[in-house]
């Protein structure tokens, strides 16, 4: 009896094995071939999918209707979504931090009565969820996102789980929008995604600090360093030791740190598609926010901070300076919320490398959110999410994002000087109520537009290909072993670029 | 008709085997097959061998997540172990008020090990914790202690994290044998001229084995596949990756790098030595019977 049974568990275990290994699941892309093989085969026309019926460019041309002040629905919307009550969508965080978002799906319900429902997905665990729903061919979800995306949608991209969103994309759309975003979601000639927000960097600076020293705000990354350090050591003398010149994270947007002093150098990180991080200009940004925590001017502590903590510290004001997200500018604003920083701070577009640099290279890399479609939503789900799709890219919704929650538009044409007029604060308040927050307040003018405006115009996109979530990994180990004094500088980036190199190779 | 007394019990075991059947076996075997596949989300399934387990056996990363797992499960093990059995025997001693203090020493139980991490992490955190702002104001240091900017620290925040939530259970564990102990036999030992520590190490620690053995053994074993702690903690294992475990390994080639080949063949691996430690300990307990 007990033989037979440890027999049949052996027999089912090895069963399984041979399973797992003769009947591999195909691929989303593998299904897709085979799908147009036997199309292809076929000689009855294929109907079209929901979202080709509907007329893109009915009433008006798709562009006109994308860049009216209030949105236009395109014909035949109601035909492709019918029997559609609902779209389900991860949404990056807490809906109470995304007030403009709640505006514009209460918009969307009001045009098209279709309800968007969130379920909201804490930023760190978005991509698993993401990962698992699109794994485990979930079709309850319509829509997924990518928070940090130019680092994970050709990842999912490449592994096929996507709609296809050509139909939204027409050369005469592409144009007006930056063509690093425009790039960076597109897979082998088709679009995948769209974009909901975008996070360009300004850099923030205390001007009481600058008085203190004796600085006039930083123009270059060179001038950075040197105020920064004064600044600590001007904290030191005041005994505030737990304050320091400058702070950044150590998580995975150490990358946009590095980033911009590559940029404002005129350089890439990307050669031919793949990552250079032996370049000179690396090097050289490489070895500054190095010796920035090994010379003390920054404090250890940052290698544990996330793109969230250090923003926090520099509003507790624990630093004089700090690259941050343009969504900050918004946020500090709020004076109340940050009491020890108040009115003192200040914004300008990023710094260039030195002065021997051009303006253009005030640049820092941009970071943005991108919607994507569930490949294995239904076909009418899939219609309606693409015409959320089209609404959020629109000017009108991005206003919100920009005007009202702090984020910048990725549509250029939303930076009009009286764009804050064409708010409805109405609605924005009860969206507010919606969500129990705070309302914001009724600002008559944009927070730090020029800055802003100056930020987009410069900042610079890499869509970075599938396996550099390893390659940034092996770039903040490392990064880890030459602060802490572990390694030098320059070894511990060679030693990173071996890995980076093992890794982006094919298995 | 009547049963055989074996029959029935394999009868009544069924259920248990069933459950057994689809959450153990089936997809221990489907995890067994994956670990030979090429599968990566971008290139076609294939079948690669154990080119899998040569990747990840190169792989420079994977083995010091293997020496930090090492060095986490034993020193969270031993944090647990220790305090568990110094609280045990406390609320063994403790008269009036036990009830309170048993329940206060199940609370951090039932904190996952998830929220625990992100409850430390603020703790510890130099800036705005309240670990390094009550040792500044009671001049013990001059500046906050840096606990996950120093890679040797980091491994002691982790520890401490993952402990606190496991010393509850061993401390229970441990109090439930010792209260089962006859007290004569302290009686006995006493009148025997055997001091504290001899009744601990001669009568508590042999007569309470078992449970001690259980609770080490459940320690270790979830201590080696930690990810939760880890994650909301020190995110992407640390500082120089100094907290970066095999669970983590695993964890990272699924849901950053989609490479699930690589990332069953670890979890194999993980499987194999937590049932090498399983066996080990299971003898060591029941091995004298």
Redesign the interface.
């Known amino acids: ?1 007990k033989k037979g ?1 440890v027999l049949t ?1 052996v027999l ?10 003769s009947q ?4 989303p ?2 299904v897709e071939k085979v799908v147009e093989k036997v199309v292809e085969a076929t000689p009855t026309p294929v109907p079209l999918q929901p979202w080709e019926q509907i007329k893109w460019n009915e009433p008006m041309p798709m562009t006109e209707r994308l860049l009216a002040d209030e949105y236009v629905l395109p014909e035949g919307w109601q035909e492709a979504t019918a029997g559609v009550d609902e779209i389900v969508f991860y949404n990056s965080g807490g809906m109470q931090g995304d007030i403009a978002t709640k505006v514009n799906m209460m918009i969307f319900e009001q045009l098209t009565g279709i309800k968007l429902k969130n379920i909201d997905v804490g930023a ?1 665990f978005l ?2 969820k993401t ?1 698992s729903t699109l ?1 485990s061919k979930d079709s309850s979800v319509a829509i997924v996102s990518h928070t940090d995306a130019p680092l994970e949608l050709t ?2 991209m ?2 096929g789980w996507h709609e296809s969103l050509d139909v939204l994309w027409p050369p005469e759309v592409q144009a007006l929008y930056p063509k690093g975003l425009v790039d960076a979601i597109q897979w082998e000639g088709h679009f995948y995604g769209t974009c909901d927000t975008e996070r360009s960097y300004l850099f923030f600076y205390r001007p009481s600090v600058l008085e203190a020293i004796g600085e006039p705000v930083p123009e270059t990354w060179q001038d950075v360093y040197r105020a920064a350090k004064k600044a600590r050591e001007y904290f030191v003398s005041q005994g505030k ?2 304050s320091y010149g400058i702070v950044f994270p ?3 947007n150490l990358s946009h740190m590095l980033q911009a002093g590559v940029y404002s150098q005129g350089g890439r990180v990307l050669k031919n598609g793949s990552w250079d991080v032996m370049s000179p200009e690396f090097q050289n940004s490489w070895e500054y926010w190095v010796n920035l925590v090994r010379e003390g001017i920054a ?6 901070y ?1 793109w969230e ?1 250090y923003q926090k ?1 520099f509003g ?1 004001g ?1 630093a004089a300076f700090m690259l941050g997200f343009s969504t900050y500018a918004m946020q500090f604003t709020n004076t109340e919320a940050w009491p020890e920083l108040g009115t003192d701070w200040d914004v300008v577009a990023p710094p260039k490398w030195d002065a021997s640099q051009p303006g253009s290279n005030r640049a820092a890399f941009i970071d943005f959110d991108a919607n994507l479609i569930n490949k294995f939503a239904p076909p009418k789900v899939k219609a309606a999410a693409m015409l959320w799709f089209d609404y959020r890219r629109s000017k009108q919704a991005q206003m919100y994002e920009m005007a009202v929650e702090g984020n910048e538009s990725w549509l250029p044409a939303t930076y009009e000087p009286d764009i804050i007029s064409k708010v409805d604060w109405d609605l924005v308040d009860a969206a507010a109520k919606e969500l129990d927050i705070k309302a914001p307040p009724h600002v008559t003018e944009v927070p730090k537009l020029e800055a802003r405006r100056a930020s987009a115009e410069t900042t610079v996109m890499e869509a970075f290909p ?2 550099s ?2 390659a940034l ?1 092996a770039l ?3 990064y ?2 030459a ?2 004094g ?1 390694m030098e500088p320059l070894e511990a980036l060679q030693a990173a670029n071996t ?1 980076i190199t093992k ?1 982006l190779s ?2 | 008709m009547r049963l055989s007394d074996s029959k029935y019990g394999a009868l009544l075991s069924l259920p248990g085997l069933i459950l057994l059947l689809v959450l153990v076996l089936i997809p221990s075997g489907y995890l067994f097959g994956l670990s030979f596949l090429r599968y990566d989300n971008i290139r076609p399934i294939k079948f690669i061998g154990l080119k899998n387990y040569q990747y990840m056996f190169d792989d420079r990363v994977f083995w010091l997540s293997m020496k930090n797992t090492i060095i986490f499960s034993m020193g969270s093990t031993a944090l647990t172990f220790f305090v568990g059995m110094a609280l045990a025997h406390g609320l063994n001693a403790m008269g009036k008020g036990v009830a309170i203090f048993r329940s206060l020493t199940v609370l951090p139980w039932a904190v996952p090990l998830v929220i625990s991490g992100f409850i430390w992490a603020w703790v510890f955190n130099p800036a705005f914790g309240v670990f390094s702002d009550i040792l500044l104001k009671l001049h013990l240091i001059q500046e906050p202690i840096n606990i996950f900017g120093n890679p040797r620290l980091a491994m002691v925040g982790v520890i401490v994290a993952d402990a606190w939530t496991r010393i509850p259970f061993m401390a229970i564990l441990i109090l439930a044998g010792l209260q089962a102990i006859s007290q004569e036999l302290y009686e006995a030992a006493k009148v025997d001229g055997a001091d504290v520590f001899d009744r601990f190490a001669y009568i508590s620690v042999p007569l309470n084995r078992r449970p001690i053995l259980l609770g080490l053994f459940t320690t270790i074993m979830f201590s080696f596949r930690t990810v939760d702690v880890i994650f909301s903690m020190t995110p992407g294992g640390g500082v120089a990756k100094s907290t970066y475990l095999g669970g983590v390994y695993l964890f990272d080639s699924i849901f950053k790098y989609l490479n699930f080949g690589v990332a069953a063949a670890t979890g194999v691996v993980i499987f194999i030595l937590t049932l090498l430690i399983g066996v080990g300990f299971i003898r060591m307990a029941f091995g004298e019977r």
């Open positions: 009896m049974l568990f089912i275990l090895v069963l399984a094995v041979l399973t797992a290994c591999p699941a195909p691929t892309e593998v760190g991509f698993a990962l794994s990842q999912t490449a592994a030791t737990d150590g998580d995975y404090d250890e502590a940052v290698l544990g996330t903590d510290t507790l624990k599938p396996g979530k390893a990994e903040i180990e490392y880890g072993r602060v802490t572990e890995d890794y094919p298995q």
